[in-house]
Nanobody, 128 residues
Framework: QVQLVESGGGLVQAGGSLRLSCVAS????????MGWFRQAPGKERDFVAA????????YFADSVKGRFTISRDNAKNTVYLQMNSLKPEDTAVYYC?????????????????????WGQGTQVTVSS
């Protein structure tokens, strides 16, 4: 089992920044990938970003490229999502997800059904 706990969400004005954190505990997942997804009210869950635990390779949705970065601290089992130049359309619940088996290129992990564990989510609200 892997437990994921997100934090760092909140209310921010358009153009502002937030940093989300996701702490993983339980089964060692150092050889797998972590992803961030988001879901706005009435919409489907969308991929945001993914990172490989082993080599740090990253992949981003087009909608956040150049504004968001993803990073990890292996020693702390923590993944971060730095969100800059936030827009009202970034408003959503953001979820962290963990993939416990590796072996694919990082863009493979842009699908939610390829993850094994999910956090409870953290709300991000961007006001205009």
């Amino acid at each position: 089992q892997v437990q994921l706990v997100e934090s760092g969400g909140g209310l921010v004005q358009a153009g502002g920044s937030l940093r989300l954190s996701c702490v993983a505990s339980g089964r060692t997942i150092s050889s797998a990938a972590m992803g961030w997804f988001r879901q706005a009210p009435g919409k489907e869950r969308d991929f945001v970003a993914a990172i490989s635990w082993s080599d740090g390779s990253t992949y981003f949705a087009d909608s956040v490229k150049g504004r968001f970065t993803i990073s990890r601290d292996n020693a702390k089992n923590t993944v971060y999502l730095q969100m800059n130049s936030l827009k009202p359309e970034d408003t959503a619940v953001y979820y962290c997800a963990a993939r416990t088996s590796a072996g694919y290129s990082i863009n493979y992990y842009s699908r939610g059904n390829r993850y094994d564990y999910w956090g409870q989510g953290t709300q991000v609200t961007v006001s205009s």
